[in-house]
């Protein structure tokens, strides 16, 4: 079974930075992909960011340019900075962990960090 810890979060102003960081534990994947998923109030949860076991990357396009995902593999840890952030990225931002393995696929989410931008 693995546990998604994630630490990060929190209030912002417009503008500003926030990082995200969250660690699997009791992963026996060795291909994976971790990412990022949100949810604002009254909306569904949706896609923010994806890194997957060999480096590749991939965003929404409302994050494009302000969001980097990257991956320690080592730790199994996944972490996402946050710049120029906007009133729209205010939501509850859950960790996503897809293992793979014999073609199947195996799915954990975190416990989801607030994220608040506001002035």
């Known amino acids: 079974q693995v546990q998604l810890v994630e630490s990060g979060g929190g209030l912002v102003q417009p503008g500003g930075s926030l990082a995200l960081s969250c660690a699997a534990s009791?992963?026996?994947?060795?291909?994976?992909?971790m990412g990022w998923y949100r949810q604002a109030p009254g909306k569904q949860r949706e896609l923010v960011a994806l890194?997957?076991?060999?480096?590749?990357?991939s965003y929404a396009d409302s994050v494009k340019g302000r969001f980097t995902i990257s991956r320690d593999n080592a730790k199994n840890t996944v972490y996402m900075q946050m710049n120029s952030l906007k009133p729209e990225d205010t939501a509850v931002y859950y960790c996503?962990?897809?293992?793979?393995?014999?073609?199947?696929?195996?799915?954990?989410w975190g416990q989801g960090t607030q994220v608040t931008v506001s002035s």
């Open positions: 996503n962990f897809v293992g793979l393995r014999s073609g199947m696929h195996y799915t954990y």
């Open positions: 009791g992963s026996s994947f060795s291909i994976y992909v």
């Open positions: 890194g997957g076991t060999g480096g590749t990357t």
